[in-house]
């Protein structure tokens, strides 16, 4: 059952977001929609943030640009913050689309930092691993109790190695601006999950072919991410689609 409560909701205290969205004006085939419908229930989607975290034109992005590459900045500690958040965001946006490019989002490959789903505690082998363990996480990808994680830019070491590392590299190149203005922030290197699992996943298309989506994310998943891999729309017209969100739990 579900009821008000008390107490104000506080932000990061509950663990995921319900969505409710309507798609109009359609025009896939009702069997194609289904058929990716599934797809993503078993696969997830590339976990990228979404548009709306850039700012306007991308501004917030911009911003942090310019405040890095001159050392001033920002008096205002709101938009400081999402200056930061933007810079960090972009950075992991790079190296999934190399992944996804490369059709290995939600695959291993030497050298990875994995996550576990459960509470996205990041583990590794630093020393390699054997073919039983390689195995085990293989198995554990597949049945999305694990997954490949990308860079949350900071201070310290990014964990991955080998062929992980040289991937992230490449794909960081001639962002080296953004990378030093995160670590000169203060901020310490994460890890974020590549993959958004799409939880409870439900869908019926009305009298008027217009689908209804249902489905949770954790709270840091973007429903335009999910929306995305299903439709072809531009971001701000995803961003426009009919929503209700409310969290759960």
Not at 148 to 171: H, K, M, R, T, Y
Not at 204 to 213: A, K, S, W
Not at 214 to 219: D, G, H, I
Request: charged share 20%; proline share 2%.
């Amino acid at each position: 059952t579900v009821q008000r409560h008390c107490r104000k909701l506080r932000r990061g205290t509950h663990r995921s977001n319900l969505f409710n969205i309507r798609l109009r004006e359609l025009s896939a085939a009702r069997a194609d929609l289904e058929a990716r419908l599934v797809q993503l229930e078993e696969l997830g989607v590339p976990n990228y943030f979404g548009e709306q975290g850039f700012g306007k034109n991308a501004n917030n992005l911009v911003q942090a640009q310019r405040s890095f590459a001159s050392g001033r900045k920002t008096k205002q500690r709101s938009q400081y913050g999402m200056m930061l958040s933007a810079a960090r965001a972009y950075l992991f946006n790079a190296v999934l689309a190399v992944r996804v490019a490369d059709n290995n989002w939600c695959e291993a490959m030497p050298g990875d930092v994995f996550m576990l789903a459960r509470n996205g505690a990041p583990f590794y082998f630093p020393d390699g691993c054997d073919e039983a363990e390689w195995s085990d996480v293989i198995r554990r990808i597949a049945n999305g109790t694990v997954n490949v994680s990308g860079p949350l830019w900071g201070a310290g070491d990014s964990l991955c190695s080998a062929q992980a590392a040289i991937l992230e590299s490449n794909a960081l190149t001639g962002m080296q601006t953004l990378q030093e203005g995160l670590v000169a922030a203060g901020l310490k290197h994460e890890r974020r999950s590549l993959r958004l699992i799409v939880n409870n996943l439900k869908w019926v298309f009305d009298e008027l072919g217009h689908l209804i989506l249902q489905f949770a994310l954790p709270v840091s998943g973007y429903a335009t991410a999910v929306l995305r891999e299903l439709v072809q729309a531009d971001d701000a017209a995803l961003s426009k689609a009919a929503v209700h969100r409310s969290a759960v739990d």
